[in-house]
């Protein structure tokens, strides 16, 4: 499969074609659904382990570069049953990105976990948010392990909990857990749980010096023009930190998803992606690379059909999921949900639905948010 093809593949399930762009997968503000185009390219770029390194190593305090080995981040499943013993019956955890990796000095011989999220807006709860995810991954190593009672049998992670921000807002310089309650006694203060998040505020840095890797600063550049307003006009510029870098599957597939978020929340034209990628990629595999992109937006051509198959089959594998576990959390789903569900024919969308569905108290919930 050539250059080209395998990018639209990867755009196509993204559901970049013009039938599942912002209509169909931006909600209204006071949807549970609102803003998840930022929420998935959050994830998709925050769960490269290149690109999370360079934001720990360059974005965040340099204390994490100096104590964790950052060139072995080892990714871990986003995705897991919580403990019945703590949580009333099995519950899924749904973790942004986690990534474990060692400490530098081998004498102590320890691990970090570190947990990412990523907002586009204040959040006063987002510790909270963290703290019970750490905590339940924790609580599961340490039930998993038979509960043991010292450090000599079982050796928990130190949990670090990051939040990667880039929004309209401001935000403040250090989040801390005990925020979250409005008073707090001085004489109590020392009884609270007190920590605090490791900040990587991409606000504060400027488009001239952005940091790391070329693909870490696409990245962040993308995410930030997002909120400013200029990632259309500055999408060649965007994507033209890739000029230097080999294209291979992995970048071709973050050039895939930079177009496809860009496509999503800045409404650029076809036009101006197909400038952008021709631009990067030189030659024949430009053009071949434009006219697929074209077709997967507007065409009706044999490739486009042949990729759409591929989408539907995702897409029934999806939806089947979302049903899977609904039953297993609420026992019947009402016809109403199920042809709601087989009537969706974006990925993304679906995809945050699956998030939903593994958090919602009631079928009911579920309903609401669908």
Not at 9 to 21: A, C, P, Q, S, W
Not at 38 to 52: E, V
Not at 227 to 253: Q, Y
Not at 301 to 328: A, P, S
Request: proline share 6%.
């Amino acid at each position: 499969m050539n250059l080209a093809v395998r990018l639209l593949e990867k755009t196509v399930r993204l559901g970049y074609n013009k039938k599942m762009t912002t209509d169909n997968f931006e909600s209204p503000p006071d949807h549970p659904g609102h803003g998840r185009p930022h929420d998935y390219f959050g994830r998709k770029t925050i769960g490269d382990p290149l690109i999370a390194a360079d934001l720990l190593r360059h974005y965040t305090k340099p204390v994490v570069a100096e104590h964790v080995d950052l060139d072995n981040l080892r990714a871990e499943p986003t995705h897991f049953l919580g403990p019945t013993q703590f949580l009333t019956g099995p519950k899924e955890v749904i973790l942004d990105v986690p990534y474990v990796a060692r400490l530098r000095d081998d004498t102590w011989k320890s691990e970090v976990l570190m947990i990412f999220e990523h907002k586009s807006s204040p959040d006063l709860f987002v510790p909270l948010q963290l703290a019970t995810q750490a905590m339940l991954s924790l609580y599961k190593r340490w039930t998993d392990a038979g509960r043991p009672t010292s450090h000599q049998k079982f050796s928990l992670p130190i949990p670090l909990m990051v939040l990667v921000y880039c929004g309209a807002e401001d935000l403040d310089e250090v989040v801390f857990f005990q925020k979250i309650f409005e008073h707090v006694p001085e004489e109590l203060k020392p009884f609270v749980p007190q920590f605090r998040l490791l900040v990587s505020n991409l606000r504060l840095f400027d488009y001239e010096h952005l940091p790391g890797r070329p693909e870490t600063q696409a990245s962040v550049e993308t995410m930030k023009r997002s909120f400013d307003g200029t990632l259309a006009e500055h999408l060649p510029e965007v994507l033209g930190r890739f000029d230097a870098v080999p294209l291979d599957d992995r970048i071709m597939e973050l050039i895939g998803t930079i177009t496809w978020f860009g496509g999503c929340v800045a409404d650029i034209a076809p036009a101006r992606i197909v400038e952008a990628i021709t631009n990067v990629i030189k030659g024949q595999k430009g053009i071949e690379m434009a006219e697929t992109i074209q077709k997967g937006m507007f065409g009706q051509g044999k490739l486009e059909g042949k990729l759409e198959g591929k989408l539907e089959g995702k897409l029934e594998e999806k939806i089947n999921d979302i049903q899977k576990l609904l039953r297993i959390r609420h026992k019947q789903v009402p016809d109403a949900i199920v042809d709601e569900l087989n009537s969706r024919t974006d990925l993304i969308a679906l995809e945050s639905l699956f998030e939903i569905a593994a958090q919602c108290n009631s079928i009911d919930e579920f309903a609401d948010a669908l």
